[in-house]
């Protein structure tokens, strides 16, 4: 996410260098000017503090009045911002296209940006081609990503969209490629802390998995994504890391009980052969996230933080057994 107040700071720097260049005399911000700098910051405290409706009216508002060529580009990605936060996926699409078609080579990073979060509505639209698209744009700047999404995040999400789409063998190049990064990582920083909390984070942000909803993707679908990116979830448990490990947990526990919920409605809905194909994927995944959880500080690329001792990781796989349990039962 594009840090709000940088914006800000941006904006207001820009507004008041025009005055220099202006004939003596006439040194003064047009109100124009001020009047969008204005709505523009009160906007962004809109969604700093999660009111996001009130954030997308200030926008839309800003849009229809002569808000400066320059800027539109940023205005359409916090409004983009706005309606992906409520789970409008096509709206917020169309405002991040907009963002990249309106960024200038100053706005590089923003339109950087865009393409990630351009992605991520594409994923959530069950849209993988778009997905991938938007994916390789982003890529290709990936120059001007915040270090955790260019080297972890992004060459996560571009694993599991070939996966998903059957390209298993490229799919693997940038799970290895992920690996790479991680060592690169733990080199890089020297502050163990920090060191957990980007890995961390990096895991959680691109292993977070839409709320799942029929017009979007199929149950199947899910569960496939689910079984890729349950890995990374587990592992930014296991780092212990104070801001993003009980997220993590959260993340996988929420998904599995979504799944549960529709299980059981396939089977109150005497829907039996979706029920038997989706109880048997479920347990496949359950087997597989158990599994890398024994050894997980080994085999995953964090030896370094061998001596974490992580309650959140404790409780994940203590809840995860139990639907491992449930459905193992022979007469379930």
């Known amino acids: 996410m594009l840090k709000r107040n940088i914006g800000i700071i941006f904006l207001t720097l820009s507004i008041l260098s025009c005055a220099h260049k202006e004939p003596k005399g006439t040194q003064k911000p047009s109100a124009n000017s001020l009047v969008f700098l204005k709505q523009f910051n009160q906007a962004s405290r809109h ?11 200030v926008f839309k508002e800003i849009l229809t009045s002569s808000v400066p060529i320059k800027f539109q580009s940023l205005v359409w990605y916090n409004l983009g911002w706005g309606y992906e936060s409520l789970g409008k996926y096509k709206a917020a699409n169309k405002c991040y296209r907009k963002s990249i078609s309106k960024a200038s080579k ?44 260019s080297k972890i995040q992004l060459p996560i999400n571009l694993g599991v969209v070939y996966w998903v789409l059957g390209n298993h063998a490229v799919a693997k190049k940038f799970f290895l490629n992920v690996e790479k990064n ?10 163990p802390k920090k ?3 980007i890995i961390a984070k990096a895991f959680y942000l691109s292993s977070k ?29 296991a780092l212990n890391s104070p801001e993003w490990s009980v997220k993590a947990s959260k993340e996988l526990l929420n998904s599995y009980k979504l799944i549960f919920k529709v299980l059981k409605q396939q089977k109150t809905n005497k829907e039996l052969a979706k029920y038997k194909v989706l109880k048997k994927n479920i347990l496949y995944n359950l087997n597989k996230v158990l599994a890398s959880s024994k050894d997980i500080k080994a085999s995953q690329n964090l030896k370094s933080f061998q001596n974490i001792k992580s309650i959140p990781l404790k409780g994940l796989v203590k809840q995860l057994k139990k639907y491992q349990a449930y459905l193992q039962k022979k007469k379930h």
Do not use: H
């Open 47 to 57: 969604l700093d503090q999660l009111r996001y409706r009130k954030a997308i009216k």
């Open 106 to 149: 100053a706005y590089a990073k923003l339109k950087a940006l865009s393409f990630v979060r351009l992605a991520n509505t594409y994923k959530f639209l069950n849209q993988p081609n778009q997905e991938l698209a938007a994916l390789l744009d982003a890529y290709k700047v990936k120059k001007y990503l915040p270090y955790f999404v």
């Open 182 to 191: 991680i060592l690169i990582t733990k080199i890089k920083y020297r502050d």
């Open 195 to 197: 060191k957990i909390n």
């Open 209 to 237: 998995l839409p709320r799942w909803a029929k017009k979007y993707k199929t149950i199947d679908r899910y569960v496939e994504e689910l079984f890729v990116l349950q890995i990374y979830l587990l592992r930014a448990t």
